[in-house]
């Protein structure tokens, strides 16, 4: 079988995409199996509350969206969503309860709840 001088040469996968290189052009063709839910791989998009999209490449190659949340700051910590970031903390000081009948003095510290052992 004798191929033209149209006829494809060669046939690459890139991204989600076929890549087809013909004698004299390059184009890009999409591929019907795959289909990109986002198109930069590792953008971050916050939803509404602590939650957001992350754009991951799947085991097919294809870009998904994967929705996470943030997890919670406790008592120590303010949590928030940046478009680009995601999950943003920020560590908080002062008095909080960590709970503990056997400790005094709770305050925030490094994040958490921390409390001297002992009562007065």
Same mark, same amino acid.
């Given at each position: 079988m004798r191929l033209s001088m149209l006829a494809i040469?060669?046939?690459l996968?890139?991204?989600?995409?076929?890549?087809?290189?013909?004698?004299?052009?390059d184009s890009f063709v999409e591929d019907a199996s795959c289909w990109n839910e986002c198109e930069k791989e590792g953008s971050i998009i916050c939803l509404e509350g602590l939650s957001y999209r992350k754009c991951q490449k799947g085991i097919d190659g294809c870009l998904k969206e994967i929705e996470k949340s +943030?997890?919670? #700051? $406790?008592q120590c910590k303010t949590v928030s969503c940046e478009d680009g970031t995601g999950c943003v903390y920020v560590?908080?000081?002062?008095?909080?309860d960590d709970?503990?009948?056997?400790?005094?003095?709770?305050? +925030?510290?490094? #994040? $958490?709840?921390?409390?001297?052992w002992g009562k007065d």
């Amino acid at each position: 079988m004798r191929l033209s001088m149209l006829a494809i040469i060669t046939t690459l996968i890139a991204g989600c995409k076929d890549y087809e290189k013909t004698a004299g052009s390059d184009s890009f063709v999409e591929d019907a199996s795959c289909w990109n839910e986002c198109e930069k791989e590792g953008s971050i998009i916050c939803l509404e509350g602590l939650s957001y999209r992350k754009c991951q490449k799947g085991i097919d190659g294809c870009l998904k969206e994967i929705e996470k949340s +943030c997890k919670s #700051g $406790g008592q120590c910590k303010t949590v928030s969503c940046e478009d680009g970031t995601g999950c943003v903390y920020v560590k908080l000081y002062g008095p909080c309860d960590d709970n503990d009948q056997c400790t005094t003095n709770d305050e +925030c510290i490094g #994040g $958490g709840c921390r409390g001297v052992w002992g009562k007065d």
